[in-house]
C-alpha cells in the first residue's frame, strides 16, 4: 500500500538567538509560518525489512537533489527507523521524496521530509500512533519538525522544539529569492558564536511589536517588525546576500530578511501584483538562482 503526504517548508517570522548551551544548541524565541511550498513523500510497504529512499524533482527544478542523501543520513530515513523501532513493526518501506523546498535554504527542507515521512509511515503500516505520539517522535528527530507537523504560524521555543499556538489573521504574500548554492545551517551559528565571543548574548524574546501585527492581520506592521539574529553572521559568509535584499527592498517589499540560517531571502508584498512586481525585480539579480512567488500560513504535513 502506498501514502502520500504533502508537507510545507517553513520560514521565521523572527528568530531570536541567545547564548550557546552546554548541549551545543543555542535556545531560540521564533515565530513560524508554514509556506505554500511543498515537498511530498511517498510511502510504501516492502514485503521485506528494508528501508529505502530515492529523491527526484521537476526537470526545471533548480533544487540542488544531488546534495541530499539516499540512504541512512536522509531524515526522512530516520523518521521512519524511529517509528518503526517505537511501533514494533517488522516490514520495510521505500521512501519517495519528490523535493520543491530549497535545500540548506534555511527552509527547513529535510525536517519537513522527517515530519512527512511520520505521517506517511504512520498510514502505510497502520501503526496508529496519535498526533502526540508523532509530535514527541518529531522533538527527537530535529527542532523543526514538530512545527512541520502542525503547520499554521506557531511560536517556537526551547531548541525550537516547543511549539505554543499564536493568535493570528490573515495570509500572507511572500516572495522567495534563492541562492545558487545552499548555506550549512552549522557554520552559520559557528560564525554567529564567533562574532559574538566577547558580547553577553542576551536570552531571545519573541518582539511584542511582531506578534500585534500577526493579531491585527497587519502585512504592513508585520513587514517592519521582521527579525532574525543570524543575519550578520550569514551575511558575512555569502555577503552577496546583502544586495539580494536591498533589491527587493528597492522593489518596495514591505520587509526583508535572511529565511533561517539562510541563504534563501524573504520579502513581503502587500497583495498578488505586489509580490509580482518584486519577484520581477529580483529575477534578473545575480546573486538569485531563482524566485518563487508564495503564500502562508498553510497547514502541516498532511495526506495528499
Ligand atoms: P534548517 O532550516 O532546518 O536549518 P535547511 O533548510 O537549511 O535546514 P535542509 O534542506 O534541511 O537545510 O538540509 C540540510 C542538509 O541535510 C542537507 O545538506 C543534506 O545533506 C541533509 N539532508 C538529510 N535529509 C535531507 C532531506 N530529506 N532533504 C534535504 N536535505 C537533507
Redesign the pocket.
Known sequence: MSTTVRVPA?INLCLGVGPVRADGFHPLATVYQAVDLHDEVRATVRDDDQITVV?HTELDSRVEIA???EDD????VRAARLLREHAGVSTGIDLA?R?V??????????????AASLVACNEAWGTGLSRAELESLAAQL???VPFLLHGGNAIGGGRGETISPVLAQGSYHWVFAMAHE????KAVYAEFDRLNAHERVPDPEVPDGLLAALRAGDAEALGESLSNDLTEAALALRPELEDTLSIGLEAGALGAIL???GPTALFLASDEQHSLDIAFALSSASSCADVVQSRGPVTGARLA
Open positions: 517553513k529523491v546534495v541530499v542523501p543520513d536522509n531524515l526522512a521524496i523535493k523546498i530549497p535545500v540548506a535554504g534555511g527552509m527547513a527542507g529535510g525536517s519537513a521530509d522527517a530535529g527542532s523543526d545552499g548555506l550549512s545551517t529565511s533561517g540560517s
